[in-house]
């Protein structure tokens, strides 16, 4: 018995265990069918027992197989993390990231951290700004990557995605009956202000300029002194706020949409990360 097990093999042990059939092994593994069984044949004359009980319905591990695929997970894991560190270490340079504010908050800083991590030789600049602003700074070469509202963009981004937003409010707020809702509002144009006089306007909800703020930090203190309500991500949402439901004289929330964009001709750093980012937060 050969004491070192190829990972090809146990590749494709784990392959057929999650598809359960052979027939489905060898479609996502792009092998024959006849393939993947000679490789499952070796593995078991190899190792001198049965990995799966086969019937006319398909395959399932034995308790040999169930044991061994559990330990080829962890070998194959540990191969693909060395392969990471290793090419990671090789990885040299910086990137610089633009993001709206509203994303600080999110998961997204301890994405970053995991990133960093994974290349530990590879700077990160961060830069915060509204979307139109971070979409003429990557069109004049000054950034390498952009996470923002894709509507303020002319190019097609490398990736999009949604999220949910909430009502949210202070605890001090105080509303009378008939009163219009006292919104908190963005100077200038904002896709989520737009979304949000679609859908008052749809409900036909009266509705007012509570509060007028310049950054992401005048909308939150402008939130926890209760002078208005506001659209947000539910995990923005200050500890001494809470998220209001649609009850209360407001209509539905919208989602939001965000886009990652990329520089014309990212380099190799750019585009891992912009790969990394992808992989992460499209679920």
Known sequence: MDLNLDPHLLRALIVVAETGTVSGAAERLSRTQAAVSMQIKRLEVDLGVQLLNRTSRGVSL???????????????????????????????????????????????????????????????????????????????????????????????????????????????????????????????SCTWQDKTSVAFASAGVEWSVACRVSSYGALIGALRAGLGYSLMLPESIPTDCETIDSGHNLPSAPSADFGLFMAKEPSKITRELGLFLREKLVQ
């Open 62 to 188: 034995t308790d040999s197989g169930e044991v061994l695929v559990a330990y080829a997970r962890k070998l194959i894991a540990l191969g693909e993390d060395a392969r990471l560190q290793i090419e990671g270490r090789q990885l040299v340079g910086r990137v610089r990231l633009g993001l709206i504010e509203d994303l600080v908050v999110t998961r997204l800083p301890i994405l970053l951290a995991e990133f960093r991590k994974r290349f530990p030789q590879v700077e990160l600049d961060l830069v915060t700004a509204h979307s139109g602003e971070l979409s003429l700074t990557l069109q004049n070469e000054k950034l390498d990557i952009v996470i923002a509202d894709p509507s303020r963009f002319s190019i097609v981004p490398f990736f999009h995605w949604s999220r949910q937003l909430v009502w949210s409010g202070s605890r001090l707020i105080d509303v009378g009956e008939g009163d219009a809702v006292p919104l908190i509002v963005f100077e200038g």
